[in-house]
């Protein structure tokens, strides 16, 4: 009996702790989260805490002092270039090892090693696009430059000796809450976050579903409604600049510029569409037009907003630079930011750089596919995903034509007749093997002028960005750089013919003919994504730009405005005002009016009262942007639909359809197909959609009154945590903007870093902060400090110092890395 | 007295071991100085809640209660019926049970197999 009595709670206990010790499909292991020794609660950060002190770690080659401001920014002074990146790699391990670990999971397609089978879709996708692969080769090609190897090196060795000393109740809360450890940092991981990078700004096309299109209504119609650059646009390099360079030989537009092969099959995978509305905002004002006399510039790059932040402030201050800015972490140097005499910012360059071609292969074994007249080897490999949950691994195999990866791989058993199985191979700028981007920053973070500057980016690859750049020397300038293949006239709109040698990508532009200018006679140089020049520059680009309406706004108020200050900048990234409603919304009223009934509506009424700005009050903007987002897909979703699984395609623009109500308001696009007997008008239209509009806002969000329908109500911006875990971000952020709006706020999207500098002969001055905060852990005060400030448009003034022994009431104290 | 050394020595113990080191703690302390089984389930039980919430409860205070919130936020997403109970109790509630129950648990164990060699 008394044996019994041990064995039963013997096995009660141990079944009790084992239990608690182990995760639970999604649920952690509950003992190990829950005890306070260990578990969660070691993550609070104590409101008490003193910054550390001293640090003694192996790694450092002298003593390197580190201030820190009361916005938890670290201010780094080392006596060597080394360890100033060592200490990067050491301080935003601390706060953002979870964070930068995560990205690279993501880019090599192994999230599903930590989160298991909801990932494999996605990790799958990534492995296809050979990310991984490419970093690989990235590095081992850019570590014959020394200085770039040292510097990935020295940052590794940083990150690695933060890692060094974790023990699990120091691990960032998100690994114990899905229940992993980090790995080994490597300069290979830095280059899979920058390749994460070059996937969330380059990684889209368009290229089926403008195929599509192109076999439903045939090359009229896409030209017509698809036209390769806008009716209007104010484009990045001023119109009328001239070009100072003798243009190389573009590729002859050969006879067939599509693929020849049925491309209405099924596609196995669903590749992004081409997205350039994760756009960004720079600018700079020469000297003629600021109340200093010499240039300002800003920027405001917009991503995704997520938290833990997507940038780190730095500053890093060595005998060969003194930098401050926002980095990305798990990345070395400072990548939008200022020194003593220049600053430089970015934007997205939307110009095609992903393209698919039409792959026919001999048979099923996919071995070889035909080429150039010859039957032509494939490349193949097997990709091994380890699932967290699953005991045995799965595999994928992955073949690889001289375009690229295969990434479609069409349904072809369901196309019996044709008895040839196709696949879609992609050529995509991001897997471009000779990659030393960073060296560009590296020189940036150094730059001394102009000249300095031009150099940096010839080191730049991809994604392509806008430089803007400004310095003390009154210089001001901006071009989009990056390597960009050189194509013919629309090479890439559709998916191509992967067998004929003309389809190829046929080389590069020279890069010291990417478009650019210096100094132009409008005082002030700007971009917002939209096309980087006009139809003059010798070189196609893409068809596609982002929307110009942001642009058109930003540069009619630099063109307007003089004495410019660092606070005129700010207002200008904070401008609300919506450049589509004063085109079109009086055209739209006045159709709607036409019928007095409309005009006593209240909805009516308020647009016609509404300023025209997405302040975040404004009812009018609430019902206007779900008005043309309604006649929108009125319009064009019966004849180009996005949503359809077999043959998707895409919207013609918003500009395009503006013309089309303007200028051609018979156009047949109005009539709805699915009607048989009726033909819509575009009188129709637009008042279905107006009613539309106000039905589903009403079902949304109740009846009209401005809190129920108030545009940051009805928007809602939100900032998820970025392993979307529920209850780590922060929900329905009250402020204004939009997607076309210089603000360009949406729910998910926004400007994730505002920066505006004054460059000055003596010290330069200079404001910015994101929305979020230094810190990665949760439990931190300073994880989103900074987003009420970000909400109101407000900036944070930044404190650049000149040498360690700076005084300034900002700082709150100093840290030693002491070599151990 | 068996609640005060529990108490110390699993303190001390966690602060260089895994947080399970409480069973063994438990079991081998309540073989040596319980009298009965209940004894020792209520002092393993009482000393790791005590010991438990009253370490958490300090380390909350200084967080503000930052990290509480998100933890919680997160549970009672994917459990809903969290949402209508209060917060903080609730939370400092589970903690105890479960460090409670596999102390106490392990405590009786302990003073069964002392039992089983009398």
């Excluded at chain 1, 490597?186 to 700004?201: D, E, F, G």
């Excluded at chain 1, 972490?329 to 430089?344: E, L, M, R, S, T």
């Excluded at chain 1, 992967?498 to 210096?518: C, E, F, L, M």
């Excluded at chain 1, 900036?795 to 650049?800: D, G, I, Q, T």
Aim: with cysteine.
């Amino acid at each position: 009996m008394k044996f019994v009595k041990f064995i039963i709670s013997f096995l009660a206990a141990a079944g009790l702790t084992y239990v608690l010790n182990r995760p639970l499909g999604a649920v952690p292991a509950l003992g190990r989260l829950f005890n306070p020794f260990e578990g969660f609660w070691q993550n609070g950060e104590s409101k008490l805490a003193l910054p550390p002190t001293n640090l003694q770690l192996d790694g450092v080659k002298e003593e390197v002092d580190i201030v820190f401001d009361d916005n938890r920014v670290p201010h780094v002074f080392a006596k060597n270039d080394h360890d100033a990146y060592f200490t990067q790699g050491y301080l935003m391990a601390r706060d953002r090892l979870w964070q930068m670990e995560f990205y690279t999971l993501a880019a090599s397609g192994r999230l599903s090693e930590v989160v298991g089978e909801r990932a494999l879709e996605l990790d799958r996708y990534s492995r296809r696009m050979g990310m991984a692969d490419a970093a690989k080769k990235v590095y081992e090609n850019g570590k014959t430059n020394k200085i770039f190897d040292e510097v990935l090196n020295a940052y590794a060795a940083g990150v690695n000796a933060y890692i060094k000393q974790l023990k699990y109740k120091n691990l960032p809360v998100e690994y114990k809450i899905i229940g992993y450890q980090p790995e080994e940092w490597s300069p290979y991981k830095t280059i899979l976050m920058m390749m994460n990078m070059r996937n969330v700004l380059n990684g889209g096309s368009d290229d089926f579903r403008m195929s599509n299109a192109l076999s439903k209504y045939g090359m009229d119609v896409v030209k017509d409604l698809f036209p390769n650059y806008p009716s209007n646009e104010s484009p990045i390099i001023p119109t009328g600049t001239k070009w100072n360079f003798t243009p190389v030989q573009v590729p002859a537009v050969p006879a067939q510029t599509t693929a020849t092969l049925s491309t209405s099959e099924d596609v196995a995978f669903d590749v992004p569409q081409h997205s350039p509305e994760i756009g960004s905002n720079n600018w700079a004002v020469g000297g003629e037009k600021s109340a200093t006399g010499l240039p300002i510039l800003a920027n405001d790059p917009h991503l995704q907003l997520t938290l833990p932040s997507i940038w780190y402030q730095m500053q890093l201050c060595t005998p060969t630079m003194n930098v401050y800015g926002a980095c990305l972490p798990g990345a070395p140097g400072v990548v939008i930011g200022f020194n003593k005499d220049v600053a430089w910012g970015v934007t997205n360059v939307g110009s095609d750089v992903m393209d698919f071609y039409q792959i026919k292969f001999k048979d099923n074994t996919k071995k070889e596919y035909w080429y150039n007249g010859a039957w032509k080897a494939t490349s193949m490999r097997v990709e091994e995903f380890v699932v967290k949950g699953r005991s045995e691994s799965l595999k994928d195999t992955v073949f690889s034509t001289h375009h690229g990866p295969i990434v479609y791989n069409s349904a072809s058993d369901k196309n019996i007749n044709q008895n040839v199985p196709v696949g879609h191979a992609m050529r995509w700028v991001a897997l471009e093997k000779e990659g030393t981007d960073l060296m560009a920053f590296y020189y940036l973070n150094r730059a001394k002028n102009y000249d300095d500057y031009r150099k940096a980016l010839s080191y730049y690859v991809a994604p392509a960005q806008n430089f803007v750049f400004a310095s003390n020397q009154n210089d001001i300038s901006i071009t989009p750089n990056g390597k960009l293949p050189l194509k013919w006239k629309e090479q890439g709109k559709f998916i191509m013919d992967g067998s004929n040698p003309a389809h190829d990508w046929q080389g590069w532009i020279p890069v010291d003919q990417n478009p650019t200018v210096k100094n132009p006679s409008r005082g002030f140089v700007s971009s917002a994504n939209q096309f980087s020049t006009d139809p003059t520059y010798p070189y196609y680009l893409g068809w596609r730009f982002a929307p110009s309406e942001r642009a058109i706004r930003i540069n009619e108020r630099l063109e307007k405005m003089q004495k410019a200050t660092v606070d005129s900048l700010r207002m200008l990234q904070n401008d609300n005002f919506n450049v589509e409603a004063r085109r079109i919304l009086p055209v739209l009223m006045k159709i709607l009016n036409a019928d007095s009934t409309e005009t006593n509506n209240p909805a009516y009424q308020a647009l016609a009262k509404w300023n025209m700005k997405n302040d975040a009050n404004e009812v009018g903007a609430t019902i206007f942007e779900r008005w043309i987002k309604e006649l929108r897909y009125i319009v064009f979703e019966d004849e180009f639909p996005m949503k359809d699984l077999n043959s998707p395609m895409t919207y013609p623009s918003r500009n395009r359809m503006w013309d089309m109500v303007v200028n051609e308001p018979t156009a047949k696009w109005f009539d709805d197909v699915s009607t048989k007997n009726k033909q819509e008008t575009l009188q129709d239209v637009v008042k279905h959609s107006f009613k539309a509009s106000i039905d589903s806002l009403t079902l949304k969000h109740g009846s009209m009154s401005p809190e129920n329908w108030a545009w940051n109500k009805v928007k809602s911006t939100d900032i998820n945590h970025l392993g979307r875990l529920p209850g780590f971000g922060r929900q329905d952020i009250p402020n204004g903007g939009g997607a076309g709006i210089v603000n360009a706020t949406t729910e998910l999207n926004g400007p994730s870093w505002r920066m505006v500098v004054q460059l000055d002969k003596g010290w330069p001055k200079a404001y910015g902060l994101y929305p979020g905060g230094q810190s990665g852990n949760p439990a931190s005060p300073f994880y989103d400090n900074m987003i009420d400030k970000w909400a109101k448009g407000e900036l944070n003034e930044l404190l650049f110092m000149k040498s360690k022994d700076d005084k300034s009431s900002r700082i709150l104290g100093t840290v030693k890395i002491i070599k151990k | 007295m068996t609640y005060i050394i529990i108490l110390i020595v699993s303190a001390v113990a966690q602060y260089f071991l895994p947080w399970w080191v409480i069973a063994p703690i438990a079991f081998a302390i309540c073989a040596w100085k319980s009298k009965t089984a209940f004894g020792a389930y209520a002092a393993a039980a009482g000393a790791i809640a005590t010991l438990w919430v009253g370490y958490a409860f300090y380390l909350n205070f200084n967080n503000d209660g930052i990290m509480l919130h998100k933890i919680a936020g997160l549970f009672s997403e994917n459990i809903k019926f969290l949402k209508i109970l209060p917060e903080t109790p609730t939370f400092f509630v589970i903690m105890a049970i479960i460090g409670s129950q596999v102390a106490g648990l392990s405590a009786m164990a302990g003073y069964y197999f002392r039992q089983f060699f009398k």
